[in-house]
């Protein structure tokens, strides 16, 4: 499969990613709770966004990982067992990382901007131990 190689942000990436990756935009995350964990968690996952939330609840930890954070929607309402959690959030999509850090201000969460497929990590950013071959 031949790389990308554009202006688009995603030089490197396997076609099929950059395709996905492009979706995650400021006008799709405006509308992504209500569609993805309205609708989407529901029907596709046959796992509502409420039971969604008390697996959450019963994993978040003093340490929290969260891969593919979306909108930040759940890390944002689940109880962790500390006022002061350590959040790293991790995401290829930028815009996903921009728009769940903002909404976790308050936790002020590290972030890491990474590729988990075959290929490996693309990129990395702000959390610790991290490197341009990315996160460990």
């Given at each position: 499969m031949t790389a990308l190689s554009d202006d688009s942000g995603f030089d490197g990436l396997d076609p099929r990613v950059a395709h996905a990756q492009r979706a995650y935009n400021r006008a799709t995350l405006a509308i992504y709770d209500r569609l993805v964990l309205g609708l989407g968690c529901s029907l596709?996952?046959?796992c509502p966004?409420?039971?969604?939330?008390?697996?959450?609840?019963?994993?978040?930890?003093?340490?929290?990982?969260d891969i593919g954070p979306g909108t930040g929607y759940f890390v944002d309402r689940c109880r962790f067992p500390t006022a002061t959690p350590k959040i790293t959030l991790l995401d290829l999509s930028q815009p996903c990382l921009d728009k769940s850090a903002k909404r976790l201000v308050r936790y002020r969460p590290d972030t890491c901007s990474t590729s988990l497929t075959p290929c490996g990590p693309v990129a990395c950013c702000s959390a610790p131990r991290c490197s341009p071959k990315g996160c460990r």
């Open positions: 596709f996952w046959r966004a409420g039971e969604m939330l008390r697996l959450y609840d019963r994993s978040a930890g003093r340490r929290h990982l």
